[in-house]
């Protein structure tokens, strides 16, 4: 009698990892949309008069709060998930603009600047939760 085995996309038969083309692409394209939008968010502090500063722009400012939301949408289906944090990312963009119109401060930078903050600061809430949900279990409570 034969075995037959069934290889999993990131290994062999033999269980050694491939890397030929058929490798995941994904940490590559998460590094490439990085660079785009942190290229954005630089075009836009600097006020360059480049040609694809503003879809680039654009990018982060839907990007950086996509990306931070999300990962705070752990137990969603993907589908669910990208479209979840792309409101989340609409949601905070406009709460910006809007507080910033209100007080009468409004500046592409600073809009920039307060967008990048909040995402940090929604991201670095996500991790300080999921590190105290982690010591949580671990303690046994």
Not at 19 to 31: E, F, H, I, K, V
Not at 73 to 93: E, I, T, W
């Amino acid at each position: 009698m034969q075995t037959i085995r069934v290889k999993t996309p990131s290994t062999d038969g033999a269980g050694r990892e491939r890397t030929g083309p058929g490798r995941d692409l994904s940490p590559l394209l998460a590094g490439a949309a990085t660079a785009a939008a942190a290229a954005g968010a630089l075009l836009a502090l600097t006020g360059s008069s480049f040609v694809l500063r503003g879809p680039l722009t654009l990018f982060f400012l839907l990007g950086a709060p996509a990306c931070a939301v999300a990962a705070g949408l752990r137990g969603l289906d993907p589908l669910g998930r990208v479209l979840a944090s792309l409101a989340g990312a609409v949601v905070l963009d406009m709460l910006v603009a809007q507080g910033m119109l209100a007080v009468h401060r409004w500046s592409v930078r600073g809009g920039l600047l307060a967008v990048a903050a909040l995402s940090s600061l929604v991201l670095l809430l996500v991790m300080l939760g999921r590190a105290r949900g982690r010591t949580a279990r671990r303690r046994g409570l």
